[in-house]
């Protein structure tokens, strides 16, 4: 009876014992995993400096580069780092091809030669604006537009990278004033990068937000779970640089090489390739509890299904540019605008018509991650849509999906005579700039200063070539729930339609054939139950005799 009673004491005691340990290690788990649900939920973390307490930042400072100056006095390599970016050189060697901004033609405001002061607005450097820009003076980096968190901070659109020093009016006579920022209080205030700062430019790629990408406006600032499922601020509130990972200002992701099939897998410590921009990084090759699912991943882009839209945000995209309808004047004499329901412009005398689109449903291509770019002095062939960035792949090759695209159509200039695209100057650099577009109207004089620059020959003669430009889809993820059903593409119409060159089930019907099908399965089903009947019959009889 006495080692009974000594057992249950000794038992509730352990017990006593487990239950407080297990009390206290639950407690510090929640306390250490606290910041890490910070972090994981993308809100910002204390710096170790408080940059507002650095006498050097203190200012005043009269210009950007000032500024710059201060910065390298502590972050030495930063400018360095920089400066063997694409961002900073606008230049990327991609197997035969010399591409980056400086060398490719686009079918928006087409090319950056002839035009930098209007361009480099979206330069990580100060002072671009010509080709005579110093690329390896460390003062011309712009550390503050990446590290701005006053959202004071903007570059002037006509300012070579350079922020305005003081009140200036832009667009001419629109009566919008730009005020130069506090460049002291933006130095001691800089931190990580933020969807703002690096949306200051991507988000408004191609002269305007949500011209350019389809799936980058300003709706993602500040975004609904709904609208993306990673940056919403009602969800994992990431940030762009959660996925696009930094190693010495090298930024992963980019248009000019992609990684269109991540076979790596989830990034762990000894198995990263230092990049999250693929959704593979963080979900891995197998991300569906299904395995018909998962099935898919080898050849259908995970984006496919799960964007089944772009242009969901508060903006809507731009889908057709044609330059060949710019150079309309008013009764007086004047460039004009016009513009639709929404406030959006369908006609510019200096840029031509325009069609917008909402929640746009993609067209998609087999892309192996690899592009054919049409870059400044490329041939064309003006009897067919030229592409300018032609995506590789097909269902032959193994390294392909299927992915989602925006496909911008254009109509923009060419010369007849060499079947070279028009690289034009379009925006004046100077009060003295007769022959820039935007001021003489002249698609002549323009071609002539646009194509010099380039050491381009031109003939004296302009005509219009229709264009198409692909931009792979890769934001505006949309929660599961809103994911495309198989019936989006396994159907006779479905959204694979024009992808012809492989067998999926349920696209390929024979009326015919479905209907003796269908009959063929209906005679069977007959007979099954025909037979069983009859077994049926017969063994009761059978029991009855």
């Known amino acids: 009876m006495r080692t009974r009673k000594a057992l249950s004491i000794l038992v509730i005691g352990v017990g006593s014992l487990l239950l407080g340990v297990g009390l206290l290690l ?9 910041p890490l649900a910070a972090v994981a939920q993308g809100v910002a973390q204390g710096s170790t400096a408080d940059h507002s307490k650095f006498e050097i930042l203190k200012g005043p400072f009269a210009t950007g580069p000032e500024v710059t100056a201060a910065c390298l006095t502590c972050h030495t390599e930063a400018a360095r780092q920089i400066m063997k970016t694409t961002h900073w050189t606008w230049e990327q060697k991609v197997q035969d091809q010399q591409l980056g901004k400086n060398n490719v033609v686009n079918n928006f405001c087409i090319a950056v030669s002839s035009n930098e002061p209007r361009c480099t607005s979206c330069h990580i450097g100060y002072g671009y604006k010509d080709r005579s820009f110093d690329f390896t003076q460390e003062t011309n980096v712009d550390c503050l537009v990446c590290h701005d968190t006053t959202n004071t901070y903007k570059k002037f659109p006509a300012g070579a990278g350079h922020p305005t020093y003081e009140p200036r009016e832009f667009p001419a006579g629109s009566g919008k004033i730009w005020n130069p920022p506090d460049l002291a209080f933006v130095a001691q205030n800089v931190g990580k990068t ?22 980058l406006d300003s709706s993602l600032i500040n975004p609904s779970r709904e609208l993306d499922v990673h940056m919403g601020v009602d969800g994992l509130n990431f940030t762009c640089a959660t996925c696009h990972t930094a190693v010495e200002h090298h930024i992963a992701g980019g248009r000019y090489v992609m990684q269109a099939k991540d076979v790596h897998g989830i990034d762990v410590p000894g198995k990263d390739d230092l990049s999250r921009a693929s959704c593979e990084s963080c979900h891995g090759l197998a991300p569906h509890q299904a395995r018909q699912l998962n099935d898919h991943v080898a050849r259908v882009a995970c984006e496919t299904c799960h964007i089944p839209a772009f242009a969901r945000g508060d903006q809507a995209t731009k889908m057709w540019w044609d330059w060949s309808a ?10 004009f605008k016009v513009k639709n329901a929404e406030g959006y412009d369908i006609y510019d005398s200096q840029k031509g018509e325009f069609i917008w689109e909402r929640n746009v449903v993609p067209e998609y291509v087999w892309f192996n991650g690899e592009f054919d770019y049409t870059v400044v002095g490329t041939k064309i062939d003006p009897t067919q849509p030229v592409i300018i960035n032609a995506l590789k792949g097909s269902a032959a090759d193994p390294k392909a999906r299927i992915w989602p695209v925006k496909a911008f159509r254009a109509r923009q200039p060419y010369d007849p005579k060499t079947n070279l695209l028009i690289i034009p100057n379009l925006f004046p650099n100077s009060p003295e700039d007769k022959e820039a577009y935007w001021r003489s109207f002249d698609w002549i004089a323009a071609a002539q200063t646009g194509m010099a620059s ?36 396994h159907s006779t119409n ?24 269908t009959a063929l399965v209906g005679v069977v089903l007959l007979g099954v139950l025909g037979h069983g009947t009859l077994r049926l019959l017969l063994r009761k009889g059978a029991k009855k005799s």
């Open 454 to 489: 380039v050491n381009l020959p031109f003939s004296g003669e302009i005509a219009f070539v229709e264009s198409v430009m692909y931009w792979p889809q890769t934001h505006m993820v949309a929660p599961k729930e809103m994911a495309l059903d198989c019936e989006a593409c």
């Open 194 to 215: 933020s969807r703002a700062t690096c949306g200051s430019c991507h988000f408004s790629g191609g002269g305007g937000d949500a011209v350019k990408h389809g799936d």
């Open 494 to 517: 479905g959204r694979l339609a024009a992808l012809t060159d492989f067998y999926m089930p349920g696209r390929l019907q024979h009326e015919g054939l479905t209907t003796f099908g």
């Open 26 to 34: 639950s407690a510090a788990p929640a306390e250490a995993a606290a």
């Open 326 to 335: 710019a150079g309309k004047l008013n009764a007086e004499g004047k460039p």
